[in-house]
């Protein structure tokens, strides 16, 4: 059964960083490409990063670009989502998402605020 559990959320200043972790289970980790979603109030949720089944190919959101990286550790069967020059907007859930299995973490939030 394909299990991810995120972690890392929590309030940050305007400017501030933070790194998320979703850790992974019940699949073959290594051999699928992985993305990171996110979903703030009141809107639909849109993808963020996604990553190769290797790590040497990632792609980002207009939005996030140049501030976050995607990044995974096969031998850990996890994955990250680096997050610098965090904006208000960036507020919202943050999803780990495994598109082969179509399976969803529980989501962590992220909240940038002064």
């Known amino acids: 059964q394909v299990q991810l559990v995120e972690s890392g959320g929590g309030l940050v200043q305007p400017g501030g960083s933070l790194r998320l972790s979703c850790a992974a289970s019940?699949?073959?980790?290594?051999?699928?490409?992985m993305s990171w979603y996110r979903q703030a109030p009141g809107k639909e949720r849109e993808l963020v990063a996604t990553i190769s089944s290797g790590g040497s190919s990632t792609n980002y959101a207009d939005s996030v670009k140049g501030r976050f990286t995607i990044s995974r550790d096969v031998a850990k069967n996890m994955l990250y989502l680096h997050m610098n020059s965090l904006k208000p907007e960036d507020t919202a859930v943050y999803y780990c998402y495994a598109g082969a299995f179509g399976s969803w973490g529980q989501g962590t939030q992220v909240t940038v605020s002064s």
């Open positions: 019940g699949f073959s980790f290594r051999t699928y490409g």
